[in-house]
């Protein structure tokens, strides 16, 4: 009788398989043998839940995404004004093991989309989300009278985001040693804005 296989099981793990890979050895490291033997089933059997690699790729890339929205909405329940601002970017900073591993994902797959014209398609929308959170959560801060009233929004929406990509980057050339006050600049720049 042959082996039935939850599908959306296998491709969870495959996904997570890869994560693990990539977190320990990079975006190279994807290859159909290595996730083969990773997860012990044949090259084959691998492509059966994917197209290609790109796809699988983009489903890692995906999961990443997600898991990270899921921590930005988590930090936002019950936060307000100036203290939701800096509790989202603290959301999108990989200050844990998980978000630093996540990290490694995101810079690789940008280097990949550097390159291929269809992957970079993929990274453009979260990072346009995340700095709409950012200006919508400072245009409130600004209503709720926390910051001053000529805070300028969309250059300070600016800073924020790229601070955020940037320690990424950091984060995979230079290790977890960079998190240490990774957020004391972003709760500097905002105190500068503050009322009071």
């Given at each position: 009788m042959p082996k039935i296989v939850d599908h959306?099981?296998?491709?969870?793990?495959?996904?997570?398989?890869?994560?693990?890979?990539?977190?320990?050895e990079g975006v190279t490291a994807v290859t159909s043998r290595g996730l083969a033997k990773h997860l012990g089933i044949s090259n084959g059997a691998l492509w059966r839940y994917f197209d290609d690699k790109a796809d699988l790729l983009a489903a890692a890339y995906?999961?990443?995404?997600?898991?990270?929205?899921?921590?930005?909405?988590?930090?936002?329940?019950?936060?307000?004004?100036?203290?939701?601002?800096l509790a989202f970017v603290e959301a999108l900073l990989p200050l844990t093991d998980i978000a630093g591993q996540e990290a490694k994902v995101v810079v690789g797959f940008w280097g990949l989309a550097a390159a291929d014209r269809a992957?970079?398609?993929?990274?453009?929308?979260?990072?346009?989300?995340?700095?709409?959170?950012?200006?919508?959560?400072?245009?409130?801060?600004?209503?709720?009278?926390?910051?001053?009233?000529?805070?300028?929004?969309?250059?300070?929406?600016?800073?924020?985001?790229?601070?955020?990509?940037?320690?990424?980057?950091?984060?995979?050339?230079?290790?977890?040693?960079?998190?240490r006050n990774i957020l004391q600049p972003v709760a500097e720049i905002l105190q500068t804005f503050r009322t009071g």
């Amino acid at each position: 009788m042959p082996k039935i296989v939850d599908h959306a099981q296998r491709r969870a793990e495959i996904i997570d398989a890869t994560l693990t890979l990539i977190a320990a050895e990079g975006v190279t490291a994807v290859t159909s043998r290595g996730l083969a033997k990773h997860l012990g089933i044949s090259n084959g059997a691998l492509w059966r839940y994917f197209d290609d690699k790109a796809d699988l790729l983009a489903a890692a890339y995906r999961t990443v995404v997600t898991n990270t929205n899921k921590r930005a909405a988590a930090a936002l329940k019950g936060a307000h004004g100036a203290e939701a601002v800096l509790a989202f970017v603290e959301a999108l900073l990989p200050l844990t093991d998980i978000a630093g591993q996540e990290a490694k994902v995101v810079v690789g797959f940008w280097g990949l989309a550097a390159a291929d014209r269809a992957a970079s398609s993929l990274g453009r929308p979260e990072l346009q989300e995340w700095d709409k959170q950012i200006e919508v959560l400072l245009h409130r801060a600004r209503q709720a009278g926390e910051v001053r009233n000529e805070t300028p929004v969309r250059a300070l929406t600016t800073m924020l985001l790229s601070y955020v990509v940037n320690t990424q980057v950091e984060y995979v050339f230079q290790g977890p040693e960079t998190t240490r006050n990774i957020l004391q600049p972003v709760a500097e720049i905002l105190q500068t804005f503050r009322t009071g």
